[in-house]
């Protein structure tokens, strides 16, 4: 075998740093791309609750992802990926998702996109106060001031006691909740299980509830445009999650998890053109504070080497 020397050693030195950063241009591409998909499921989930029972487009949404997740994963890992040390933990953390996903239509329903996409951002910072106060992690100083700049940020954007602070801001509150949890049941799951198999259970389970209780919401759809809608739903969250894995198949998490912050800026496109708002300049301030202090607290998740966070989407 030839060791390679002088320019020889240089240049394939050079070619190797060229794939690296070619690589991680590629991943940075692709999560901005995963980002859109899912600002676009989101703006697809508020014009779909213009006319269709919010029941029925949770139930569609999960029906589409499960059949989609079996048809792809069942016929390379067989029954293997159906194997799980923790039954009901898998069905637990699906209802948390899927009360989630009823959340955030309710939220999409009284709430503009980008006021909603980023109240939404602040659960990664939720999951800093559950695991101090119930796993019992040790939080830094510098994470802490992360998390009080987030909930400035929140608070800048609901404004309590003002005009625009009704009872629907509750229901974005209510999903950051769930979702956190979500979260640190996934921490917990992701120690001893697949994560292809956390996957799968996820959308069967949230499909499997909501068809019990699809049948009492159903209804015929006023035009093919929401049927539509819901298949865009479908289609845009099982790519926008496909993306992202090919994300992080090319880039480290360290120097992806902060574009995930750009889905708040497709969210201002989506309401701008869909819905014709634009947020105030108050509105956007806490916008800011909330993109600045999650995109620090995402960074410092990876280099503490724990569990990422996945962006929001409904």
Same mark, same amino acid.
């Given at each position: ?31 901005? @791309? ?16 213009? $006319? ?13 992802? %499960?059949?989609?997740?079996? @048809? ?9 990926? @159906? ?11 699906? %209802? ?21 996409? !980023?109240?939404?951002? +602040? %659960? ?10 119930? @796993? ?14 987030? =909930? ?42 697949? &994560? ?18 699809? &049948? ?6 006023? !035009? ?17 999650? =496909? ?7 090319? %880039? ?22 869909? =819905?014709?708002? +634009? &947020? ?33 989407? $409904?």
């Amino acid at each position: 075998m030839t060791i390679p020397s002088g320019d020889g050693a240089q240049n394939a030195v050079k070619r190797t740093r060229d794939l690296e950063s070619e690589r991680i241009l590629a991943g940075i591409a692709l999560v901005i @791309l995963a980002v859109a998909c899912f600002a676009t499921l989101d703006t697809a989930t508020k014009l779909s609750t213009l $006319s269709v029972p919010i029941l029925m487009g949770v139930w569609f949404r999960y029906a589409f992802q %499960a059949v989609a997740t079996a @048809l792809v994963l069942l016929p390379r890992h067989g029954t293997a990926l @159906l194997r799980t040390q923790h039954p009901r933990y898998q069905v637990l953390r699906g %209802a948390l998702l899927l009360a989630s996903s009823m959340l955030a239509f309710l939220s999409l329903r009284y709430m503009p996109l980008a006021e909603f996409t !980023s109240v939404v951002l +602040v %659960a990664p910072l939720v999951i800093t106060l559950l695991a101090a106060t119930t @796993l019992k992690e040790e939080v830094s100083p510098l994470r802490w001031a992360l998390v009080i700049g987030g =909930f400035v940020g929140t608070l800048i954007i609901l404004r309590p006691g003002g005009d625009a602070f009704t009872w629907a801001v509750l229901l974005p509150l209510g999903l950051v909740l769930s979702n956190a949890w979500f979260q640190v049941l996934t921490s917990k799951l992701a120690k001893t299980e697949n &994560p292809l198999t956390m996957h799968f259970y996820t959308g069967w389970v949230g499909a499997l509830i909501a068809s019990i209780a699809v &049948p009492f919401a159903w209804t015929a759809l006023p !035009s093919w445009h929401s049927w539509a809608l819901l298949c865009l739903m479908g289609f845009m969250g099982t790519v926008g999650h =496909f993306i992202l894995i090919l994300a992080y198949q090319r %880039a480290p998490a360290s120097t992806l998890t902060p574009y995930l912050y750009a889905q708040i800026a497709f969210a201002m496109f989506g309401g701008w053109l869909m =819905f014709s708002h +634009v &947020p105030d300049a108050t509105s956007l301030l806490g916008m800011a504070l909330i993109a600045v202090c999650g995109a620090a607290g995402a960074w410092l998740t990876v280099r503490e080497r724990r569990v990422p966070i996945e962006p929001a989407e $409904s």
